[in-house]
């Protein structure tokens, strides 16, 4: 898989989050490991694929080997022109939110699960949205997929995308208790007292 194949996983373990490794093999390896640990557990990822195209085979067979139940997946970089028949995994139910130019979020969901896309509430003009309702066991859970591409953070621009962050997750709280939020805004939660870091941090 190419470099640009990046993957970020946490998993929850008494409550701590612990992330794994981001290269191709570590990624793969870890997965696996955790997923033989977590057993029958519900394990929800997300990756930067940067275009699926040349790269559905070995995400197909990530999903497989780590019977992954949810994988958002960002940057698909795929248009109407692309059939679903294209990107199809057996036993997998796939959700798509194209972008015109780069971009694109999609999820693949596992028909372990019920699952029901939400349509988007409203049309967001800073991030890429995805909307899951799925239900498991007792408890039904709304998951979010986001994608912020980068752009430069002017004063105007930033007003907006908090006000859309907060109105995403706010409207997501008045339809369940449980939220589950994958994806990448591309803050830097690193830099707390910067326009970015403190705009995270505040959500």
């Known amino acids: 898989m190419s470099q640009n194949f990046a993957c970020r996983v946490y998993v929850n373990q008494d409550d701590i989050l612990k992330p794994l490794g981001e290269s191709h093999a570590s990624v793969n390896n870890d997965l696996i490991a955790e997923r033989n640990k977590l057993n029958k557990k519900v394990l929800m990822c997300h990756l930067n694929i940067n275009s699926i195209q040349n790269k559905f085979v070995k995400l197909a067979s990530l999903i497989k080997k780590s019977r992954t139940q949810l994988m958002i997946v960002r940057e698909s970089k795929i248009d109407s022109s692309y059939p679903n028949s294209q990107f199809t995994i057996s036993g997998y139910e796939l959700h798509r939110n194209d972008r015109k130019k780069g971009g694109g979020i999609l999820a693949y969901v596992s028909s372990e699960l ?24 007792a408890k039904s859970i709304i998951v979010i997929g986001l994608y912020r591409p980068p752009k430069s ?19 997501a709280n008045l339809q369940r208790q449980s939220i589950v939020v994958l994806g990448d805004l591309n803050l830097d939660r690193l830099r707390p007292t910067s326009n970015e870091g403190k705009l995270l941090f505040d959500l």
């Open 153 to 171: 953070f002017t004063l105007l621009y930033r007003q907006q995308l908090e006000e859309e962050l907060n109105h995403i997750c706010n409207w």
């Open 114 to 137: 019920i699952c029901k896309r939400i349509k988007s509430v409203k049309s967001y003009k800073t991030i890429e949205v995805i909307v899951l309702d799925i239900q498991l066991k």
